[in-house]
């Protein structure tokens, strides 16, 4: 299984941006699918951004459409999350996970079509 690690997040004025990295390790061909999600406490984790490694569609949560950008580098090892116009309600773990299989819009964001996560970034937006 793919080995994921996350960093960038930290605690931002509402309106501001950030963007967290997802790095991936010891994964060979098994990472078809990236995501992002993110859990606020007392709330389940929640699909953000997907993204097809091969193909390069990308699928988004209507509450971040025109705010965030999931993207990854040249060499596939590392997969972003762009986040601008952030809003407090942006606030909660952001975890990175990978999928092995071909993901589409309807399957995207159910927890149990990934067998990997990384540790998860704290991201805080205050008002």
């Known amino acids: 299984q793919a080995q994921l690690v996350e960093s960038g997040g930290n605690s931002v004025p509402a309106g501001g941006s950030l963007r967290l990295s997802c790095a991936a390790s010891?994964?060979?061909?098994?990472?078809?699918?990236m995501a992002w999600f993110r859990q606020a406490p007392g709330k389940e984790r929640e699909g953000v951004a997907g993204l097809y490694r091969v193909g390069g569609r990308t699928y988004y949560a209507d509450s971040v459409k025109g705010r965030f950008t999931i993207s990854q580098d040249n060499a596939k090892t590392t997969t972003y999350l762009q986040m601008d116009t952030l809003e407090p309600e942006d606030s909660g773990m952001y975890y990175c996970a990978s999928a092995p299989t071909v993901l589409t819009g309807t399957t995207w964001r159910r927890l149990s079509e990934y067998t990997s996560w990384g540790q998860g970034t704290q991201v805080s937006v205050s008002s």
């Open positions: 010891r994964d060979g061909n098994r990472r078809y699918f």
